[in-house]
């Protein structure tokens, strides 16, 4: 793409440590904080490159690639805490482990199978896969590599870590159709003294559960039901409350669609796609009332990634929406939705921004804003696209930087 910086998967990974799970690993991790990491970049951006089998470096100061990457097996979602990122393999069974201060990876864990989700307590020092295929959340220890304990959750797709950590909430794929006793439940998994098979959550209500929202705290979290979207009959939001010995449960919400969530400031934003629509819906719930507004018409599509700008503008990615018709500039509508919360809607709020026909695909998976900055790391269609927050559209003051390969995932590792 003419006018663009290339990031080259020919990057020299500066040191790779391969270990295999539970044989522990030799980290020697410089936890200081006034230690500046190898590279010398005071904030970096690691950014997942699926096809080139590579996880790169960029200085988000500048907005440019460094010459500092991870050479990892099919790397998709990344996330971070603490000084210790996890990125976890869309094509073998690797859950791979980096420390930020020395920028090393320090542990190639081998869980079960190909993970489908992963998460990371807020200390750095736990992680968690979702297996699939053997129906497993498996819990890793990202000093040594070790997988800790095994939970038994069939089919298990996503996961829903509480703020602290202390509490998994574990989601099957097509849960009416998993056997008794987990059809239509979800597992609640107590991270610092697990069971081999978690404790079941269920609801009368509960429709195809999909995701949670924790809000805000470790005793209370909202259950998303997609319904109808994934194979049921009606979406809707249930708050379960965990200040008790027995979770209590709330009155069913129902909304249009949820696959994914978002807590702020009081209000719960809930997005999917109604079945075979050709629009998308987002609505706002309030967190005391347990009340959900109208319905704001976004992009279709199944809806997985959601951001809060720091101008309170709500970023909203999908999977598999539907283009509109290109333009004459050869551009169109993607999988993209940003909606100002801050104003009413509009026939310019949402914003769609438009990206290049070309591209092979316009699927939506991550989004980072960059701290102290106006600017939003967006992987979509396979690229990194760097918005202005403030124009909602990719800035016209920054190079864009082109890929080669297929970009998946995005995080910023430092403050």
């Not at 503008?313 to 004459?328: K, Q, W």
């Amino acid at each position: 793409m003419c006018g663009k910086k290339y990031v080259r998967e020919a990057f020299i990974s500066l040191c790779l440590i391969s270990i295999l799970a539970g044989c522990g690993s030799n980290s020697t991790a410089n936890n200081s904080a006034t230690t500046a990491p190898p590279t010398g970049i005071s904030k970096r951006v690691l950014v997942s490159n699926t096809s080139n089998n590579v996880i790169n470096m960029l200085d988000a100061n500048k907005d440019i690639g460094s010459s500092k990457s991870f050479t990892v097996t099919g790397p998709t979602k990344l996330a971070s805490a603490s000084g210790t990122t996890i990125s976890m393999s869309g094509t073998t069974n690797q859950v791979v482990v980096i420390d930020n201060k020395t920028e090393v990876v320090t542990a190639t864990v081998l869980v079960a199978d190909t993970p489908f989700d992963i998460a990371i307590s807020s200390d750095g020092k736990t992680a968690w896969a979702a297996v699939r295929n053997p129906g497993f959340v498996q819990k890793i220890d990202t000093a040594t590599g070790n997988i800790l304990f095994t939970v038994v959750v069939p089919s298990v797709k996503r996961l829903a870590l509480s703020p602290t950590g202390s509490k998994l909430l574990a989601f099957s794929d097509d849960p009416q159709s998993v056997p008794a006793p987990n059809t239509n439940a979800v597992v609640l998994i107590d991270t610092a003294n697990p069971t081999t098979t978690g404790t079941l959550l269920t609801n009368a209500a509960f429709d195809q559960p999909f995701t949670a929202v924790f809000n805000g705290s470790e005793t209370q979290a909202f259950i998303l039901s997609c319904g109808a979207e994934c194979g049921g009959t009606a979406a809707n939001v249930i708050r379960v409350d965990f200040s008790t010995a027995t979770p209590s449960f709330s009155a069913a919400i129902p909304v249009s669609a949820a696959t994914v969530g978002l807590v702020n400031n009081g209000n719960l934003y809930v997005a999917g796609t109604p079945l075979a629509s050709a629009s998308g819906s987002l609505q706002v719930i309030s967190t005391s009332a347990l009340t959900a507004g109208p319905v704001i018409p976004i992009t279709n599509g199944r809806h997985g990634v959601i951001a809060m700008s720091t101008n309170s503008h709500l970023y909203i990615g999908a999977a598999a929406c539907t283009p509109s018709a290109a333009n004459a500039q050869n551009q169109l509508r993607g999988c993209l939705s940003i909606f100002n919360t801050g104003t009413a809607v509009s026939a310019t709020n949402p914003v769609f921004p438009l990206e290049s026909s070309l591209r092979q695909n316009f699927d939506v998976t991550a989004f980072q804003q960059i701290s102290a900055r106006n600017v939003m790391y967006v992987a979509q269609g396979a690229e990194l696209d760097i918005f202005d927050i403030t124009t909602d559209a990719p800035s016209t003051s920054i190079t864009q930087i082109d890929f080669i390969g297929k970009v998946f995932g995005v995080v910023q590792i430092d403050p």
